[in-house]
């Protein structure tokens, strides 16, 4: 079974500074898509980015930009540029490319603070 | 608004008592998923459609739970016998079929059940 881990529960950053948040997962599969959403307070969660396990390059969106390293299965989120709006959850999430079920396997999260 | 909606927001019921939430995804989603998140957690799968079949249940989905999504449109889950473990967020997502961006899901809102 493929499973996500996020080992830091919190994290905070000062407006304009750069975070990174990190992921790790385990899967037996070679193909598969890696996931950074975000769940703000109260609000609904909204993909941020998304990597595909056979590209060797890094996501970037805008922003927000990954650290994909398959052999480690790792997979961070860094966030430049802080903004207030950018405090929230943040889940990283795993999804296999085979099978008809396409569900998603979350790691337990990470609350970012943005201090101004 | 083309999002995917949930009702209602907020539930509280005593234990014991039977609850029904309601999932409309967006507008020719064909794909469904229910997920459960309790506090200070990430999403857990709970069931998948693919048009009005049910496809796959997760062993957390007891026999007291019930999902249903007729005509392939809006679904419904039913949680009988509430219990206090049953105090949750949960969350809809949808996704569209090919060539649609198949691996991304987009969530509702949630509900949040609260059994005293």
């Known amino acids: 079974a493929q499973t996500v881990t996020q080992s830091q529960p919190e994290m905070s950053v000062q407006e304009a500074e750069t975070v990174t948040l990190s992921c790790t997962y385990d899967?037996?599969?070679?193909?598969?898509?890696l996931f950074w959403y975000k769940q703000p307070p109260s609000r609904q969660m909204i993909l941020v980015i998304r990597?595909?396990?056979?590209?060797?390059q890094n996501a970037t969106e805008n922003r927000f930009s990954v650290n994909f390293q398959k052999a480690a299965k790792s997979f961070s989120l860094k966030i430049s540029d802080s903004q207030l709006g950018d405090a929230a959850m943040y889940f990283c999430a795993y999804r296999a490319t085979t099978g008809a079920n396409s569900k998603l396997t979350f790691g337990k999260g990470i609350t970012l603070s943005v201090r101004p | 608004d083309t999002g995917v909606s949930q009702d209602p927001r907020h539930k509280i019921t005593k234990r014991g008592q039977n609850v029904t939430f309601r999932c409309d995804p967006i507008?020719?989603?064909?794909?469904l998923y229910w997920y459960r998140q309790t506090l200070g957690q990430g999403p857990e799968f709970l069931t998948y459609?693919?048009?009005?079949?049910?496809?796959?249940k997760s062993r957390l989905l007891s026999d007291r739970f019930s999902a249903e999504r007729p005509k392939g449109s809006f679904s419904t889950l039913e949680i009988q016998r509430t219990e206090q473990g049953d105090s949750a967020m949960y969350l809809c997502?949808?996704?569209?079929?090919?060539?649609?961006?198949?691996?991304?899901?987009?969530f509702g809102p949630g509900t949040r059940l609260t059994v005293t």
């Open positions: 997502a949808s996704s569209p079929p090919p060539p649609g961006v198949v691996y991304e899901q987009y």
């Open positions: 990597q595909e396990a056979y590209k060797q």
């Open positions: 459609f693919q048009n009005e079949a049910q496809l796959e």
């Open positions: 899967t037996s599969e070679s193909d598969y898509y």
């Open positions: 507008s020719e989603h064909n794909r």
